[in-house]
């Protein structure tokens, strides 16, 4: 999955109703692609949504017990995250966000 495959299904995962990729409003840079998401029946306001921000993965991680531990030694997933939501997972990343996205995607699925 991508970057942006990954916001995107982890905003649905953790309740968001609307989650669309469209170009970055704020670059000029037509290349750049955001994942942007809203409650459509409580609010009209879009806001940016990605994994990576720790603003946006350390609160998910406490709130669904999604961990990350740091891996030695293995081929290119540096990060492990076993448990989310009270169910085994076990998960391997490159980053310690892509691990808790990726943890509770699969928790949720």
């Not at 982890?10 to 994942?35: K, N």
């Not at 609160?59 to 076993?82: E, H, M, Q, T």
Request: aromatic content about 14%; charged content about 20%; some cysteine.
């Amino acid at each position: 999955m991508t970057d942006l495959e990954i916001s995107k299904a982890l905003a649905l995962a953790i309740g968001w109703e609307r989650a669309e990729t469209c170009t970055s409003l704020f670059s000029d840079s037509p290349d750049i692609t955001e994942v942007w998401v809203r409650q459509r029946h409580y609010d009209s306001i879009w806001r940016i949504f990605d994994h990576r921000d720790w603003a946006v993965a350390g609160p998910i991680a406490a709130k669904y017990n999604a961990f990350p531990l740091r891996v030695f030694g293995s081929a290119g997933a540096d990060w492990s995250c076993k448990w989310a939501c009270g169910q085994y997972v076990a998960v391997y990343a490159d980053t310690p966000q892509k691990a808790i996205a990726l943890a509770v995607i699969g928790a949720w699925k």
